[in-house]
DNA sequence: TCCTCCCTGTTC
DNA sequence: GAACAGGGAGGA
């Protein structure tokens, strides 16, 4: 499930495989995953690669296109790929067939080819023009990057959003409007470091503690960055490398397990939909 | 503000 | 053969 830090280790390890090549032809094997209201898969085909970055959960492919392209008026376009549960990215040999699993291929100009794959088909690509990015509420609506922020300012900033708020201190982090990136793993992992309570309504949480969630968060975020992500089930990054974080979870996934800090049994509970592990006795 | 749905493979 | 994993859209 990739989050903030998964989607971030991919867009690096993408980025030296394709920048500078030219997309020569695109195979479309589920129809669904290709997000195309505009029509601009023509002037994705022939177009070069700029760069690979990351926005939220968001792997972003920037491509210029052929400027003898129709209709493509050699402005660049953008790629957007929600990588979801499953989503995953590999630069394959030339003549290589499709997985089983595989949505999209993109062949590149060198016999190359990068394969869209995602076992359970909730990614996407959403095509569009740079211009048109505003006009995505989804984009239009995502929060600040949390490693963009000093520490004080993140703090501020949850504080704000946390004020008058009844659900979860826990689904106020996943809330992509909020802040951006931060998934099921995150949220637990940053709650259990700042000795936060998940379940606590936000508007309980005193304002003095969000100094210690956002640095929780940002250390979390930048630890799971320096390891490659966190590998469960089906996680690699572009290179088909797993990551490391998850050896670190001090809850995630360690229901019934013993908190590493005071050795009670860790619980479980469900909030806004997600399945959440945490410790009682060290998170109030 | 919470619930259901979308999906498929793994675990109980 | 059911429960579970879960990001985000859409509906109650």
């Known amino acids: 499930m990739p989050e903030l830090p998964e989607v971030e280790t991919i867009a690096r390890t993408l980025a030296p495989q394709v920048v500078g090549k030219i997309i020569a032809d695109i195979e479309v094997l589920l129809p669904k995953t290709l997000q195309d209201d505009e029509a601009l898969l023509p002037g994705v085909k ?3 690669i700029r760069c690979v970055f990351r926005r939220a959960k968001l792997l972003l492919v920037e491509v210029q296109p052929d400027g003898n392209a129709q209709g493509a008026e050699g402005k660049p ?3 957007a790929f929600h990588l979801k549960m499953t989503g995953r ?3 394959h040999p030339a003549g290589t067939a499709p997985g089983r699993h595989t949505r999209l291929i993109f062949d590149l100009d060198d016999g190359g080819r990068l394969f869209f794959d995602d076992m359970r088909r909730f990614g996407f690509c959403r ?7 505003p006009k995505w509420p989804f984009w239009a609506q995502l929060g600040p990057e949390p490693l963009e922020m000093l520490p004080k300012e993140l703090a501020a900033h949850l504080a704000a959003h946390c004020k008058n708020k009844r659900a979860a201190i826990k689904a106020v982090l996943l809330d992509q409007r909020v802040v951006a990136g931060i ?3 995150y949220a637990d992992e940053s709650l259990f470091k700042a000795g936060i309570d998940p379940t606590a309504p936000a508007a309980a949480v005193a304002p003095a503690r969000f100094l210690a969630l956002a640095e929780a968060l940002q250390a979390i975020l ?9 590998s469960i089930r089906d996680y690699r990054d572009a290179a088909g490398n797993a990551g490391a974080f998850q050896n670190s979870f001090a809850v995630y ?3 019934d397990a013993p908190c590493v800090r005071c050795g009670k049994a860790l619980q479980h509970a469900r909030i806004a939909g997600r399945g959440t592990v945490y410790c009682p006795h060290c998170q109030k």
Not at 127 to 133: A, E, G, K, N, S
Not at 224 to 230: A, K, R
């Open 183 to 185: 998934g099921n793993i």
């Open 46 to 48: 022939g177009a070069r």
């Open 127 to 133: 095509l569009l023009r740079p211009d048109d990015l």
């Open 253 to 255: 996934g360690r229901k």
């Open 222 to 230: 930048r630890l799971s960055i320096e390891e490659c992500g966190s």
């Open 89 to 91: 990215f590999f630069v």
């Open 77 to 79: 376009l953008l790629m």
